[in-house]
């Protein structure tokens, strides 16, 4: 009863705030839909379309296979979660989700299981960290390899710990993840077509929640909390400033990530705040894995719990990191002179870009599956 009053409160201030702040509401939605398209749209759409295609043409599945003796030794998982693994590690937010509760549904893997996977198997994908937030946000390529290498090194040791939740529970049989597969051209049009449905509910949710902090600033919530955060932070040298960019991007990530472009803090700070919330990934993905889940009877517990950490590892990981391979200003220069080339390319050379680096993780998985099926006939 107290949930549905909490919801009921914040859908009703949400409508009162819509009426009062409707100029600025039409602003922000206007400046977040503009970011989908100049952002998001090139730097997601062609590895959605990619890892749909690897999904439908079989790659994944024998990868997976490959890949299938390490997932008992190291994440007590069954042989037939590698597939939604790798999807996990490049597919991007929510492919990784929605892989393991789809191998759930299809009974490949135990109800412990999938909460296993859900804990470490939905992750930033490598064309945005290092796209968007390396080139885009911090102009250094350097930045984006770090964020990504600390990304996945915490992906692992979360998926390591979890290895522990409910161990005793058996695990399903490993077998083989079987997809119907159809004609190239019937694949590559529900790819496009996949893609682009996935590219709207992630716009939408950004959109939405991008005006749900406009009405938090505007309202004066949002303020408050974070200079009564920073209150207490401030003999650790943190100030409201940081706890605002902290706090939109714990709501929605992208619009985080996206206020620490030129902030006043040093690369090591940015790089720690910008690694916790590609870590936690925002209650803007939550609720699109929430959607996925249903009324499957999983439990959400695991996932957020499994976000937590992650955060606090990436944070603790881009430390370590940033101390081994220090950014120079020399390389953040040369970084920032690519970026201004990227800027002033027109959106088919920027798709054009994005699709050669979709086709190098595509000819990986390939080689995989090549390997796979002919190896042991040569």
């Known amino acids: 009863m107290c949930y549905k009053v909490l919801l009921g409160a914040a859908v009703l201030g949400t409508g009162v705030g819509l009426v009062l702040y409707t100029s600025e509401s039409m602003e922000t939605a206007g400046k977040a839909a503009a970011m989908c398209i100049e952002v998001i749209l090139p730097s997601l759409f062609p590895f959605l379309v990619v890892s749909n295609l690897l999904i439908g043409l079989g790659f994944a599945e024998s990868a997976g296979r ?47 299981e999938c909460e296993r996977m859900l804990s470490f198997c939905n992750n930033s994908g490598p064309a945005f960290i290092l796209g968007v937030v390396g080139a885009g946000v911090f102009a250094n390529s350097r930045a984006g390899m770090l964020l990504y290498l600390s990304h996945v090194l915490a992906s692992l040791t979360v998926g390591v710990c979890f290895r522990f939740y409910k161990r005793r529970e058996p695990l399903a049989r490993t077998r083989a993840v079987t997809y119907e597969v159809q004609k190239p051209s019937r694949v590559f049009v529900d790819a496009v077509r996949s893609g682009l449905v996935g590219i709207g509910n992630i716009s ?119 101390r081994i391979f220090p950014i120079s200003v020399s390389t953040a220069a040369i970084a920032a002179g690519q970026v201004e080339i990227l800027t002033q390319m027109n959106l088919m050379a920027y798709l054009v870009c994005a699709l050669i680096n979709c086709a190098a993780v595509a000819l990986t998985l390939f080689c995989l599956w090549i390997w796979d099926r002919f190896a042991g006939k040569i």
């Not at 030794?73 to 939604?84: E, M």
Request: charged fraction near 10%; aromatic fraction near 10%.
């Open 66 to 112: 490959i890949a299938a003796p390490l997932m008992r030794r190291v994440f007590n998982l069954n042989g037939s979660c590698a597939s939604v693994f790798i999807m996990g590690i490049v597919g991007g937010y929510p492919v990784g989700a929605r892989a393991a509760i789809t191998s759930y549904e299809r009974g490949l893997c135990t109800k412990a």
């Open 204 to 322: 939408a949710f950004v959109i939405f929640f991008a005006v749900a902090i406009n009405l938090l600033f505007a309202s004066g919530a949002l303020g408050a909390l974070s200079r009564g955060i920073a209150a207490l932070l401030t003999p650790f040298g943190i100030d409201s400033g940081s706890i605002n960019r902290l706090l939109v991007g714990v709501i929605e990530m992208t619009s985080g990530l996206t206020s620490l472009q030129g902030a006043a803090e040093s690369m090591n700070a940015r790089l720690s705040m910008a690694a916790f919330l590609l870590g936690w990934a925002g209650v803007s993905v939550h609720c699109q894995v929430l959607s996925f889940i249903g009324d499957s009877g999983l439990s959400l517990m695991p996932y957020l719990c499994g976000k937590l950490l992650h955060a606090i590892l990436s944070t603790v990981y881009i430390a370590v990191l940033f």
